[in-house]
């Protein structure tokens, strides 16, 4: 509560004789250039502190911050006096007008021309520019193919939106049993195709606002890195004290002969013509994930895969599940063989395979992986050191190797989803430009694979446990959805727990069914929480529901 001393401070009339009042909490008002502005402030332990407020003479991209502490890191030539006690009327008053009435203008920078340039627009590199610029930096992003990077143009939003399609082929069969006479229906690749270059469209537009309004200078066009403070865009050379590098992942065909005829998940997306036979050869989530797609859509799909099981690094019941279920969709999976060259023939591309035999297909789509997409990025002009594998080596605050350089998301490795990118940008600019060095937590992060039937899955898998814990106890449940009852549909629900058994912990929760990566979301809160097995089964289900599952089973499958 504010004193009603301080009231009238926070309400004034305009030029136009309206009242235009501020609470003291809550976001600024936009201030006016008259010494009348509304400003809103913040009492923290007896003090007042000016708000996270828009100057007028520095620009939409500037913040006069809250705590003095933050202030010290932006540069203003009139900063805001320092905060006063709230112990006189005339304090106060003398504070809002200052602020108001006296514009804080950010001086050129002497040294650099930008206080951060981030090379690639995806998920990361945009979250951690809009968050600097928040803080008061003068940022800079460079993209020089599509706003949004991969999740947005040719990874999970698409491909969301292909799954979606994917689902009524078997939803219309489902129906028949539930009373509809649903006639044969018709699938048209363009419809889709078409619609889904509309909303990404729609998407890109929106990225490129996010930036327009935190006052981030966009330039679409290619960077690369000159030195450790320089970028080259085009003809022209920007300096900045520091560089993100968030430039992502990028599909990788292998060589071998007949390569040139395969496309990646980049290309998938917009074929010309609809596949009546595809080829996907990989076992990632991406291959399962398209396999799936095309084989609803109505194609005839076949999955290869060089190992014995698809999906490496999910629990080990997870994968067996999920390929059985899989199979019974009409996916044909060939385990343990891989493709030894591509032809193209009269009837199509001919793939001549490790086992002796050959496939026929329209489309070949390799999924075999996503190496750090460093092409042209200059690295050669940096001491920017790589790891084995070819990503770029950071530290836990995403530093190179080159102090100046920084790198997050897809180009670094790890956990290649957009909702890590999206925490490593936010934990970047906190710490660079903001008030907070607190780093990602990468433990317990839940992840989806989006095949048919859905799998969901956050913690230790039962191999990762038994290396941990010392003892564990796994719990097992296989079901029948209900839906299923009545539909006729031969599919099964699997579901599993891993508890530490001395802790009593739930320490992984893994799904194959429909809805398993949005229950997966809520448990993975539970586990981050440390939730016991005890918690979950004195927590009452929701029925009927698949989900209630996750509380009812009792009894352990194993102990050990």
């Excluded at 193919?145 to 947005?152: D, N």
């Excluded at 006639?183 to 890109?204: C, G, H, M, V, Y």
């Excluded at 390929?323 to 193209?344: H, M």
């Amino acid at each position: 509560m504010v004193p009603r001393i301080f009231e009238p401070f926070f309400s004034t009339t305009s030029s136009g004789g309206g009242a235009s009042a501020a609470s003291v909490s809550g976001a600024a008002a936009r201030p006016a250039s008259s010494a009348s502005a509304v400003l809103r402030g913040e009492f923290l332990d007896g003090i007042l502190y000016p708000p996270r407020f828009k100057c007028p003479g520095c620009g939409p991209g500037y913040r006069v911050a809250r705590r003095a502490s933050y202030r010290k890191a932006l540069r203003c030539s009139n900063p805001l006096p320092a905060p006063v006690s709230a112990s006189g009327a005339e304090q106060v008053r003398g504070l809002l007008e200052s602020a108001s009435a006296t514009p804080h203008r950010r001086p050129p920078l002497r040294d650099y021309d930008y206080d951060l340039f981030v090379i690639g627009a995806g998920s990361g590199g945009v979250r951690a520019a809009r968050m600097a610029a928040g803080f008061g930096a003068r940022v800079a992003v460079a993209e020089d193919r599509y706003m949004g990077g991969t999740c947005v143009n040719v990874g999970c939003v698409p491909k969301k939106l292909y799954v979606y399609a994917s689902q009524f082929s078997r939803a219309f069969t489902d129906a028949r049993n539930f009373g509809w006479q649903v006639p044969a229906p018709q699938f048209d690749w363009a419809t889709l195709r078409d619609n889904k270059k509309t909303e990404i469209s729609r998407l890109n537009a929106i990225y490129s606002n996010i930036l327009g309004s935190a006052d981030v200078t966009v330039y679409d066009a290619h960077a690369a890195l000159a030195g450790p403070h320089t970028v080259t865009v085009g003809d022209a050379r920007y300096t900045a004290k520091k560089i993100l590098l968030a430039t992502g992942g990028w599909p990788h065909i292998p060589d071998f002969p007949g390569s040139e005829h395969a496309i990646s998940s980049n290309e998938i997306f917009d074929l010309p013509q609809f596949p009546g036979r595809l080829l996907v050869v990989g076992g990632g989530y991406i291959a399962v994930e398209f396999a799936g797609i095309f084989n609803g859509l109505g194609s005839q799909v076949t999955q290869l895969y060089r190992g014995p099981l698809f999906l490496r690094g999910f629990d080990p019941d997870i994968r067996a599940h999920a390929a059985r279920e899989i199979a019974k969709t009409g996916v044909d999976l060939r385990f343990e063989v891989n493709v030894e060259s591509i032809e193209r023939g009269p009837a199509g591309l001919r793939a001549q395979l490790t086992d002796g035999s050959s496939l026929e297909a329209d489309t070949i789509l390799y999924a075999t992986g996503r190496g750090a997409n460093l092409q042209g990025l200059g690295l050669e002009n940096v001491d920017v050191a790589l790891t084995e594998s070819g990503m770029i080596r950071v530290d836990r605050n995403f530093r190179t190797s080159q102090d100046s350089i920084f790198a997050l998301g897809d180009v670094i490795g790890g956990m290649e989803l957009t909702p890590v990118a999206l925490a490593e940008g936010m934990a970047f600019a906190r710490r660079e430009f903001g008030d907070s060095a607190q780093a990602v937590d990468y433990d317990f992060i839940p992840t989806t694979v989006f095949c048919q039937p859905n799998i969901g899955t956050v913690g230790f898998t039962e191999d990762q446990a038994r290396a941990k814990f010392d003892r564990i106890r796994l719990f097992k449940s296989t079901f029948k959805p209900m839906v299923h009852t009545i539909s006729g549909r031969d599919e099964q629900t699997f579901m599993k727990l891993v508890v530490d058994a001395h802790s009593d912990r739930v320490v992984g929760v893994h799904m194959v069914g429909p809805d398993a990566g949005e229950i997966m979301q809520g448990i993975a809160i539970a586990l981050r929480a440390g939730a016991t097995k005890a918690l979950f089964d004195s927590t009452i289900g929701i029925h009927p529901t698949a989900a209630e599952e996750l509380v009812t089973m009792r009894e352990p499958w194993s102990e050990d």
